[in-house]
């Protein structure tokens, strides 16, 4: 491997664990009760997803990648569910702009559909590259709309 993709693949973990270290402290938390829990639910099958798409980055085995996203996708629909039905999402910080948390939720689940599409190919760069996206995306909704 030469320098230049060393060091960038040490770069790329270095945030991937950041993330999932930030995912899994969210987790260990006491779980709440109804939508809220649906929606801890969700973001616990979205770390597994993430730990299945960094192995399969790691590994170059897209093969991965696609066995987790199937329970995200029901974890999201049971959400989306709820919030048709008329419940809410309690936000921990800034529930003033839960406009901006839904726009930040588009657009980061058509960038995710973007990435099981590229591991369904077998496009390990674009997974990588989708993979940072996303991951950074997940640092700016959590500093904005977690504790």
Known sequence: ???KRLISFIVVIGVLGTCLTAI?????TKPE???????????????????AIIDGI?????????PTIPPLHKAREKVETAMN????IILPKNQDKFKEFIK???K????F????KAAGKGQRKVVKDQTHKLLDGCVVCHERFRK
Request: charged share 35%; aromatic share 12%; net charge negative.
């Open 58 to 66: 790691i590994f170059d085995t897209m093969d991965l990648v696609n």
């Open 108 to 111: 980061f689940y058509g960038d």
């Open 24 to 28: 899994s402290a969210m987790s260990q």
């Open 85 to 88: 039905a008329g419940e809410k």
């Open 104 to 106: 930040l939720d588009i």
């Open 113 to 116: 559909e973007a990435l099981e």
């Open 1 to 3: 491997m030469d320098r």
């Open 33 to 51: 009760e109804g939508m809220n829990l649906l929606f801890r639910r969700e973001m616990w099958c979205l770390e597994e997803a993430f730990e």
